[in-house]
């Protein structure tokens, strides 16, 4: 945490928070708004994933993932011609970005392994002894913070060698991925208790293999992502198996996958078909990971099923494009996650169509019939993709609490949620999400019962965006990334975070927007 000596000796932003400090009472809350409480048992942290701060990318023994080859070889796919060589330099100042986690105050920091950073071919004939220490270090070093590590295995850098091979298409991959993940639970399971498998497979296989928005941009719109999507999930009940049989009598570990979704909010809720086209886009985007998982009955959710297999028909295909699970991977993948792990960022609304003139055919957008739009009143700051509506969240959690009834018993851990903007120290716009989001998960928890037990903010610090290179930041921290060093600053919104996390609640005058300085109005 810092101390008020620590913050006066910085810049005159650091000044006013230290008057905010010294003015600390009671939390003061908007009008109309409840002054709730996080719950004793609900853990805050914040998360990052390995390519997007780690750097090192030919150092220490590491070998090629498929984003250091995509964009080594197409240089000019990201908006601003970047990579992530060098990103936030992570692998050099990894112990600074403990003392950064230290002083937000939360108990539990999200990153992921680089795969070819311990196995630099991908497979277990190699185990490259550097990368290991790195890791083994670093956890190490958090744990004796009092920091937990909850770690994903695979946060998108698929090795160089298996994507030559198809990546995630390819369904043999999945042996390797589980001879990798033995190998972490081997090495790290001593340390790391909570496990992710395959991070936000609907984002990794719609932009990935389904567009060519993510690397490696394979544009199989209407089949690669939906092999993607399968294997994905295999792939994660494989690990899941694997982990309860090996290892979790001895490390009494958890594992889970993260999904991520935007809230589809009905285009006009008295319409039937409105509130139908919303659901159906919940379903095919969030139901088809989550469904097999958490659902009593498991497999895709019947609609997911029908409308792939029918547009499947319809188009000439004697197979449906969506694979089919045999009955022991139904079996293997129900109930193949100890809590439900979920990112959020955005909202959209939905109204139905059948089809749109810019739905690639075949695609999941077309399989899925339904127009995307959003409400003029929801506020889309800076990326092309976030708009706010923070009541969105609220609704989302409520959505997968009355679905899966096994949320009763096993919480659901908000494992990202975070805002874009153009970068700056003073971010008052992120401070506004972030209360305004978090407040929302309190009216989850408090008005509606919902099982929510954590909450990781995206992101520790400024990173590498992907597709988005440098331009957008998500940090917590500003990382400059013109000097060698990286320097690393606290914004705003981290003194607003370690407020929440020490006070256990939202104090929304905690940070104060200066006079004239217009909000970007969240509703
Ligand atoms: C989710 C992804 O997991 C993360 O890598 C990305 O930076 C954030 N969304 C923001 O786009």
Same mark, same amino acid.
């Given at each position: 945490m810092w101390s008020s000596s620590a913050v006066a000796r910085n810049t005159a932003v650091l000044l006013t928070i230290s008057l905010l400090q010294l003015a600390r009472g009671s939390p003061v809350v908007k009008s109309g708004v409840i002054n709730y409480s996080f719950p004793d048992d609900f853990i805050f942290g914040v998360s990052t994933a390995a390519y997007q701060i780690e750097g090192g990318w030919n150092e220490g023994g590491k070998g090629e993932s498929m984003w250091d080859t995509f964009l080594h070889e197409h240089p000019t796919f990201t908006v601003d011609h970047s990579n992530g060589d060098v990103a936030a330099d992570s692998y050099h100042h990894y112990m600074e970005d403990i003392e950064m986690?230290?002083?937000?105050?939360?108990?539990?920091?999200?990153?992921?392994?680089?795969?070819?950073?311990?196995? *630099?071919?991908?497979?277990?004939?190699?185990?490259?002894?550097?990368?290991?220490?790195?890791?083994?270090?670093?956890?190490?070093?958090?744990?004796?913070?009092?920091?937990?590590?909850?770690?994903?295995?695979?946060?998108?850098?698929?090795?160089? *060698?298996?994507?030559?091979?198809?990546?995630?298409?390819?369904?043999?991959?999945?042996?390797?991925?589980?001879?990798?993940?033995?190998?972490?639970?081997?090495?790290?399971?001593?340390?790391?208790?909570?496990?992710?498998?395959?991070?936000?497979?609907?984002?990794?296989?719609?932009?990935?293999?389904?567009?060519?928005?993510?690397?490696?941009?394979?544009?199989?719109?209407?089949?690669?992502?939906?092999?993607?999507?399968?294997?994905?999930?295999?792939?994660?009940?494989?690990?899941?198996?694997?982990?309860?049989?090996?290892?979790?009598?001895?490390?009494?570990?958890?594992?889970?996958?993260?999904?991520?979704?935007?809230?589809?909010? *009905?285009?006009?809720?008295?319409?039937?078909?409105?509130?139908?086209?919303?659901?159906?886009?919940?379903?095919?985007?969030?139901?088809?990971?989550?469904? *097999?998982?958490?659902?009593?009955?498991?497999?895709?959710?019947?609609?997911?099923?029908?409308?792939?297999?029918?547009?499947?028909?319809?188009?000439?295909?004697? /197979?449906? /494009?969506?694979?089919?699970?045999?009955?022991?991977?139904?079996?293997?993948? /129900?109930?193949?996650?100890?809590?439900?792990?979920?990112?959020?960022?955005?909202?959209?609304?939905?109204?139905?169509?059948?089809?749109?003139?810019?739905?690639?055919?075949?695609?999941?957008?077309?399989?899925?019939?339904?127009?995307i739009l959003v409400y003029p009143s929801w506020p889309k700051p800076f990326i092309r993709w976030q708009y706010l509506y923070p009541q969105g969240f609220r609704k989302l959690v409520n959505w997968l609490q009355n679905k899966y009834k096994i949320l009763k018993e096993i919480p659901i851990i908000i494992t990202e949620n975070g805002f874009a903007d153009f970068g700056g120290i003073e971010d008052y716009d992120r401070v506004d999400y972030y209360n305004d989001f978090l407040y929302q998960l309190l009216l989850a928890i408090h008005e509606d019962g919902c099982n929510v037990k954590g909450y990781f903010a995206w992101s520790l610090m400024d990173d590498f965006e992907w597709i988005d290179g440098y331009k957008h930041k998500f940090g917590l921290y500003s990382v400059d990334f013109n000097s060698p060093n990286r320097t690393r600053t606290p914004k705003l919104s981290a003194y607003n975070y370690a407020n929440i996390v020490r006070t256990r609640r939202i104090d929304f005058d905690y940070i104060k927007r200066p006079e004239g300085l217009n909000t970007i109005a969240l509703k």
């Amino acid at each position: 945490m810092w101390s008020s000596s620590a913050v006066a000796r910085n810049t005159a932003v650091l000044l006013t928070i230290s008057l905010l400090q010294l003015a600390r009472g009671s939390p003061v809350v908007k009008s109309g708004v409840i002054n709730y409480s996080f719950p004793d048992d609900f853990i805050f942290g914040v998360s990052t994933a390995a390519y997007q701060i780690e750097g090192g990318w030919n150092e220490g023994g590491k070998g090629e993932s498929m984003w250091d080859t995509f964009l080594h070889e197409h240089p000019t796919f990201t908006v601003d011609h970047s990579n992530g060589d060098v990103a936030a330099d992570s692998y050099h100042h990894y112990m600074e970005d403990i003392e950064m986690i230290k002083k937000l105050g939360v108990q539990s920091y999200r990153m992921s392994i680089s795969w070819t950073r311990i196995l *630099p071919n991908g497979t277990d004939n190699n185990i490259n002894q550097e990368g290991v220490k790195y890791y083994r270090t670093l956890f190490e070093e958090l744990v004796k913070a009092n920091i937990t590590p909850v770690v994903t295995l695979y946060h998108w850098d698929m090795p160089t *060698p298996f994507m030559k091979l198809g990546g995630w298409t390819n369904a043999k991959v999945i042996d390797y991925f589980e001879d990798y993940a033995r190998v972490a639970f081997r090495l790290y399971g001593d340390l790391v208790k909570m496990w992710l498998t395959v991070n936000e497979p609907h984002e990794g296989c719609l932009s990935g293999y389904g567009q060519a928005t993510l690397a490696p941009a394979m544009n199989s719109h209407g089949l690669g992502i939906y092999l993607c999507t399968h294997n994905n999930l295999l792939a994660h009940a494989r690990v899941y198996r694997m982990y309860e049989k090996e290892f979790k009598p001895l490390q009494k570990g958890k594992v889970s996958l993260p999904f991520e979704s935007a809230w589809a909010e *009905p285009h006009d809720p008295n319409k039937a078909d409105d509130v139908e086209a919303a659901e159906n886009y919940l379903q095919m985007h969030l139901g088809m990971f989550a469904h *097999p998982i958490f659902s009593e009955e498991g497999d895709y959710p019947r609609v997911v099923r029908e409308k792939i297999d029918n547009m499947s028909r319809l188009q000439g295909y004697s /197979r449906s /494009r969506l694979p089919y699970f045999t009955d022991e991977e139904v079996k293997a993948l /129900r109930g193949s996650a100890d809590f439900f792990s979920l990112n959020h960022y955005t909202a959209l609304s939905n109204t139905p169509s059948a089809m749109e003139s810019y739905f690639k055919v075949p695609s999941l957008h077309q399989d899925t019939g339904v127009r995307i739009l959003v409400y003029p009143s929801w506020p889309k700051p800076f990326i092309r993709w976030q708009y706010l509506y923070p009541q969105g969240f609220r609704k989302l959690v409520n959505w997968l609490q009355n679905k899966y009834k096994i949320l009763k018993e096993i919480p659901i851990i908000i494992t990202e949620n975070g805002f874009a903007d153009f970068g700056g120290i003073e971010d008052y716009d992120r401070v506004d999400y972030y209360n305004d989001f978090l407040y929302q998960l309190l009216l989850a928890i408090h008005e509606d019962g919902c099982n929510v037990k954590g909450y990781f903010a995206w992101s520790l610090m400024d990173d590498f965006e992907w597709i988005d290179g440098y331009k957008h930041k998500f940090g917590l921290y500003s990382v400059d990334f013109n000097s060698p060093n990286r320097t690393r600053t606290p914004k705003l919104s981290a003194y607003n975070y370690a407020n929440i996390v020490r006070t256990r609640r939202i104090d929304f005058d905690y940070i104060k927007r200066p006079e004239g300085l217009n909000t970007i109005a969240l509703k």
